[in-house]
């Protein structure tokens, strides 16, 4: 029993999601292939917009919404400016509707992993909003600022890219979970309707597509009954357990070495 069940297909992809060793983008590589043979769109979908980063009107997980101060840089008469933090409702109203502090997060997940690892300690990532160079012409014209803006941008810590990235690793046990919860006992995979219904619940909190789905393993990692009406069992299996405190642990480890702890 305890080798059938190490030899289960998608077991081998929450075990490495707990691994925090694994390369996030080599887990999602084997989702894609795992989309193929579950004949699921949706789970390959999701794994191709994470490996390939997400269009402007592609839906975005809750981990890739980020808080972020907006900031300047620019001149005085007397002086150089650096990461000046300005208000959103400082900027012109013709932005005031479209820029805020809330950041998407569309980029790739191969670049997260790039920003979270190699900014230096105590530095930000600076990106720039849509339009941020015309409204910086605008600002300048208008006069609202004593000086000249030379840039507008979202100051990002390294440490919101290291939280994408376990929301990721999360997100993976949890949905190789719920699918194990919608497999048949004589099954080793999910049906396409199933692996749609988790995909549409773990990842985007959709509870709709799940309330046509049978519910085979009642101590796997779901939060609602088959009939989409009745809180399901409060247990979760010990693997969705074990991921969320590794990757938790995880978070917590990335952001000290960010930080520049010493161990």
């Known amino acids: 029993m305890f080798n059938r069940r190490r030899k289960h297909p998608l077991r081998a992809i929450q075990l490495g999601a ?3 060793r694994e390369p996030v983008t ?22 191709r917009r994470e490996l390939n980063g997400y269009g ?18 620019g001149m005085t008469p007397t002086a150089q400016i650096r990461q000046q933090t ?14 805020s502090n809330d950041l998407a997060l569309r980029m790739s997940i191969s670049e997260i992993e790039h920003l979270a ?22 600002m300048n014209r208008m006069g609202t ?8 941008y979202w100051s990002v810590s390294p440490v919101v890219f290291v939280g994408v990235l376990e929301g990721v690793r999360t997100t993976l046990v949890s949905l190789t979970a719920q699918m194990e919860a919608v497999t048949p006992p004589a099954a080793n995979l999910p049906s396409p309707e199933g692996t749609a219904a988790s995909v549409a619940l773990v990842v985007y909190g959709d509870r ?3 309330k046509n789905v049978t519910i085979y393993n009642a101590g796997a990692d779901i939060s609602i009954a088959a009939d989409g009406d009745k809180k399901g069992p409060w247990r979760r299996r010990w693997w969705a357990i074990a991921g969320g405190l590794i990757t938790l642990a995880g978070a917590g480890l990335a952001l000290m070495q960010v930080q520049g702890w010493r161990f």
Request: glycine fraction near 6%.
């Open 86 to 99: 300005l208000a959103p409702f400082d900027l012109p109203d013709v932005a005031q509707d479209h820029i």
């Open 56 to 73: 402007p009107e592609d839906p975005l997980p809750d981990y890739r919404l980020a808080s972020t101060p907006l900031q300047i840089d």
């Open 18 to 20: 707990m691994n925090r």
């Open 145 to 152: 600022w004593t000086g000249h803006i030379e840039r507008l």
């Open 117 to 138: 690892k190699e900014t230096p300690r105590g530095d930000v990532v600076k990106l720039s909003p849509p339009g941020a160079d015309d409204l910086v012409s605008i």
């Open 26 to 47: 080599d887990l999602l590589r084997q989702i894609i292939a795992l989309g193929g043979r579950t004949g699921s769109q949706e789970l390959m979908d999701w794994a």
């Open 208 to 210: 709709s597509k799940i």
